[in-house]
Structure formats: structure tokens, C-alpha cells
């Protein structure tokens, strides 16, 4: 389909389909004024001048000898070729079902006959521009999902290529603090740089593998564990950031005793719920409470975390989207890896902004057996 124009100044070309030689003469004089028109008298002629190329729209007859409009129609959305092309048809008949007929065969619009030419010239010519402006659109967001693929290529790839140098780097500590010729606080500073560079590296890791999650090549190790556990160590080490902030973090756990087993990659759900009670730390104002409920729905489990603060309204519908964030800093990655990896895990997530001043997220996971944890886990 032309989307371009014509070289001749025009403003596009139509294909009129027609076989009354007056009516070719009206309506071609007022299309003539801005566009280049092909004329076809019959239907084979005019699929086959469609075809070809060229054609930015077809302004089609619907009674005609030999083969009727919608039957040029129909092969015109047929074949691949012209499918795209906008049709509108020339009736002179006045009946809703005709019209209901040749808009579901793919039709645009239909103008009446006899119409002023100006009507004629005016329907076309808005035609012929929001289809431009739709392939317009098209392309622009082929070229930006092209543009997001590169990069995250790119991304990926210099993520990968990181892990070695990195690695060099995480060795020197280990050597150099062999070495007793060294002061506590240069001994400590060793550690630092060795435990800034194993958290860089699991970050790297953790990249590569919600990348991995993206295109399901990710190998799921599920095991039986005790989310309760889980939740209570991610909490201890927040705790800096919740006396920070003088909070609290209560667990509500009614239908618990004392463990919460689910079936699950440990490591995944410690990423998951780190990320979302972080999350409501920074969301939540000084002295908030945090609430963490748990509990069993079915072979599932629950695990609802709220906090005061409200999610932005415009983004709600997009919370779990990548990059999409309330935050001023925020890289809109959090809650997306967080959402990816609840999928993974045969699990989901949800947002729950209906009581006003507050923020909730559901988390489910599938229901793991007790009997299946192991002491050690």
C-alpha cells in the first residue's frame, strides 16, 4: 500500500470502480483536484490494478456487471497484497443490511448516490489520512520495540561480558587478606570491596536470569520451604531502614502455625519479597505500620503485603509493567522482577488499591508440605 504520496504533487491515488461512464466523469473531476485516480470499469480489472501497487485507496461500485463490490472486496481482502488498502463503497442502494454487509467484508465507509462531489472528496480525503497516520503509528512502534529489543540485547550482553573482570576483581580481597601485614581497619576495607562485589555479581546474575524468565528459558529448582522464615530474615535485614523510618512490621498470620510452606525456588522468593517489602518501607510515611498477612486459598498461598501511601492513579493499571514507577528515581524493574518471578514459579501477583490511603500486593505461590522441608532449609 502507498502511504508516501505521489511524485506528481498529488496527494495520494484512488481506484475508482465504476461502470457508468457519468458517474466516472463526476466523481473523477472532484477527485481530480487533489489525486491521482485510476479507473477500472470492471472487477477483475480492478483487483488486478490494486495489485499492482500504487493504490492508497478504492472507491467501489457496489453494482456492477459480472462481479458485484463485494465480491472485489472480498478478494481484495483476500489477498495479502491489498488487504491493507482502505475500500469505501458507492451505493445507491438505501438499505442498512447492504451497508451492515460491506462493513463487515471490511469496508471503511459507504457514501450514498447520488452525493455532492465535494462529500465525496472530503470522505476520501479523510480516509486516505487517518490511514496514514495509523501506518504511521505502526511503524513508529515497530521501530521503538526494535530500539527496546537493541538494547536490552545490549544490556544483557555487556552483563554477561562483566562477569569476568569482575570475577579478577572479587579474587584480589581473598589473596591480599591472606596477608597478616595488614591493619583492621585495612583488613575491613578489603571485606567491603570482596562484599560490594559478590552483591554486584548476584545483581548481574539476577539480571541475566529475569532475562532467562522472559523468554522461558529459565530451569525452575522448586522446593518445599518455609515462607514465614523467609519473610522474617528479609524483615531483620531491613530493620536498619524500618527504625529509620520508626516503623513497624506486624505479621498476621491466622490460618498459620507457625510455618507457612510453600513450593517454590527459595532464592526467587527471597528476591520477590525483598523487593516488595522494600517497596513499602520507601512508600510508606515515618511511623507507618506494615502489615504482612498470610494465608491459604485452596493449593495456594496468600501472602498480602500493605502499607499507608497510595500508588499513583495513572500507573495502577500498569503497577507490574517493566519500567513503569511511582518513584522519582525508581527504575520500574522491582516490582516487574518481582511479578516475572511469581509467574515463574506457577504463581502470580496483584495490586490492591481500593481502600483509600493504602496499598496492598498479593502475592500467590503454590502451597508446599511440611512434611517436605527439610531442617536444614
Same mark, same amino acid.
Given at each position: 500500500?502507498?502511504?508516501?504520496?505521489?511524485?506528481?504533487?498529488?496527494?495520494?491515488?484512488? =481506484?475508482?470502480?465504476?461502470?457508468?461512464?457519468?458517474?466516472?466523469?463526476?466523481? &473523477?473531476?472532484?477527485?481530480?483536484?487533489?489525486? /491521482?485516480?485510476?479507473?477500472?470499469?470492471?472487477?477483475?480489472?480492478?483487483?488486478?490494478?490494486? /495489485?499492482?501497487?500504487?493504490?492508497?485507496?478504492?472507491?467501489?461500485?457496489?453494482?456492477?456487471?459480472?462481479?458485484?463490490?463485494?465480491?472485489?472486496?472480498? +478478494?481484495?481482502?483476500?489477498?495479502?497484497?491489498? /488487504?491493507?488498502?482502505?475500500?469505501?463503497?458507492?451505493?445507491?442502494?438505501?438499505?442498512?443490511?447492504?451497508?451492515?454487509?460491506?462493513?463487515?467484508?471490511?469496508?471503511?465507509?459507504?457514501? +450514498?448516490?447520488?452525493?455532492?462531489?465535494?462529500?465525496?472528496?472530503?470522505?476520501?480525503?479523510?480516509?486516505?489520512?487517518?490511514?496514514?497516520? &495509523?501506518?504511521?503509528?505502526?511503524?513508529?512502534? @515497530?521501530?521503538?520495540?526494535?530500539?527496546?529489543?537493541?538494547? @536490552?540485547?545490549?544490556?544483557?550482553?555487556? +552483563? #554477561?561480558? %562483566?562477569?569476568?573482570?569482575?570475577?579478577?576483581?572479587?579474587?584480589?580481597?581473598?589473596?591480599?587478606?591472606?596477608?597478616?601485614?595488614?591493619?583492621?581497619?585495612?583488613?575491613?576495607?578489603?571485606?567491603?570491596?570482596?562484599?560490594?562485589?559478590?552483591?554486584?555479581?548476584?545483581?548481574?546474575?539476577?539480571?541475566?536470569? %529475569?532475562?532467562?524468565?522472559?523468554?522461558?528459558?529459565?530451569?525452575?529448582?522448586? @522446593?518445599?520451604?518455609?515462607? =514465614?522464615?523467609?519473610?522474617? #530474615?528479609?524483615?531483620?535485614?531491613?530493620?536498619?531502614?524500618?527504625?529509620?523510618?520508626? %516503623? &513497624?512490621?506486624?505479621?498476621?498470620?491466622?490460618?498459620?502455625?507457625?510455618?507457612?510452606?510453600?513450593?517454590?525456588?527459595?532464592?526467587?522468593?527471597?528476591?520477590?519479597?525483598?523487593?516488595?517489602?522494600?517497596?513499602?518501607?520507601?512508600?510508606?510515611?515515618?511511623?507507618?505500620?506494615?502489615?504482612? #498477612?498470610?494465608?491459604?486459598?485452596? /493449593?495456594?498461598?496468600?501472602?498480602?503485603?500493605?502499607?499507608?501511601? @497510595?500508588?499513583?492513579?495513572?500507573?495502577?493499571?500498569?503497577?507490574?509493567?517493566?519500567?513503569?514507577?511511582?518513584?522519582?528515581?525508581?527504575?520500574?524493574?522491582?516490582?516487574?522482577?518481582?511479578?516475572?518471578?511469581?509467574?515463574?514459579?506457577?504463581?502470580?501477583?496483584?495490586?490492591?488499591?481500593?481502600?483509600?490511603?493504602?496499598?496492598?500486593?498479593?502475592?500467590?505461590?503454590?502451597?508446599?508440605?511440611?512434611?517436605?522441608?527439610?531442617?536444614?532449609?
Amino acid at each position: 500500500m502507498n502511504m508516501s504520496g505521489t511524485s506528481n504533487g498529488k496527494e495520494g491515488t484512488i =481506484l475508482l470502480v465504476d461502470d457508468q461512464p457519468d458517474q466516472i466523469k463526476v466523481i &473523477k473531476s472532484a477527485l481530480d483536484q487533489l489525486f /491521482a485516480v485510476k479507473v477500472a470499469i470492471r472487477g477483475e480489472m480492478a483487483c488486478q490494478i490494486a /495489485a499492482s501497487g500504487g493504490v492508497d485507496l478504492v472507491l467501489l461500485d457496489v453494482l456492477m456487471p459480472d462481479m458485484d463490490g463485494y465480491e472485489v472486496c472480498r +478478494r481484495l481482502k483476500d489477498n495479502p497484497a491489498t /488487504a491493507q488498502i482502505p475500500v469505501i463503497f458507492l451505493t445507491c442502494k438505501d438499505s442498512q443490511d447492504d451497508e451492515t454487509v460491506g462493513l463487515q467484508m471490511g469496508a471503511v465507509d459507504f457514501i +450514498r448516490k447520488p452525493s455532492s462531489a465535494s462529500v465525496v472528496l472530503v470522505r476520501c480525503r479523510n480516509t486516505i489520512a487517518y490511514q496514514r497516520a &495509523k501506518e504511521d503509528l505502526r511503524r513508529k512502534n @515497530e521501530e521503538l520495540q526494535q530500539a527496546l529489543k537493541i538494547r @536490552e540485547d545490549m544490556e544483557r550482553i555487556a +552483563r #554477561h561480558d %562483566m562477569k569476568g573482570p569482575l570475577s579478577g576483581i572479587l579474587g584480589l580481597p581473598e589473596i591480599m587478606l591472606l596477608d597478616n601485614n595488614y591493619t583492621e581497619a585495612q583488613r575491613n576495607l578489603l571485606k567491603l570491596i570482596e562484599r560490594s562485589g559478590y552483591i554486584m555479581l548476584d545483581m548481574i546474575n539476577k539480571s541475566l536470569d %529475569m532475562y532467562k524468565m522472559e523468554n522461558n528459558t529459565y530451569k525452575l529448582n522448586a @522446593e518445599h520451604f518455609d515462607l =514465614l522464615e523467609t519473610l522474617k #530474615h528479609i524483615v531483620g535485614g531491613l530493620e536498619k531502614h524500618i527504625q529509620t523510618k520508626k %516503623m &513497624k512490621v506486624v505479621f498476621e498470620s491466622p490460618d498459620v502455625t507457625g510455618m507457612f510452606p510453600i513450593f517454590g525456588e527459595k532464592m526467587l522468593c527471597y528476591s520477590i519479597f525483598y523487593n516488595l517489602v522494600l517497596n513499602a518501607i520507601e512508600a510508606a510515611p515515618f511511623h507507618g505500620e506494615i502489615r504482612i #498477612h498470610l494465608s491459604y486459598a485452596g /493449593a495456594s498461598g496468600l501472602t498480602r503485603i500493605t502499607n499507608p501511601g @497510595e500508588v499513583p492513579v495513572g500507573i495502577r493499571d500498569r503497577f507490574f509493567d517493566k519500567y513503569i514507577t511511582g518513584k522519582a528515581k525508581g527504575s520500574g524493574l522491582g516490582t516487574y522482577s518481582a511479578w516475572l518471578a511469581a509467574k515463574t514459579q506457577g504463581g502470580n501477583m496483584a495490586l490492591d488499591a481500593s481502600q483509600p490511603g493504602l496499598t496492598a500486593v498479593i502475592v500467590t505461590l503454590p502451597k508446599g508440605n511440611a512434611e517436605g522441608i527439610h531442617p536444614e532449609g
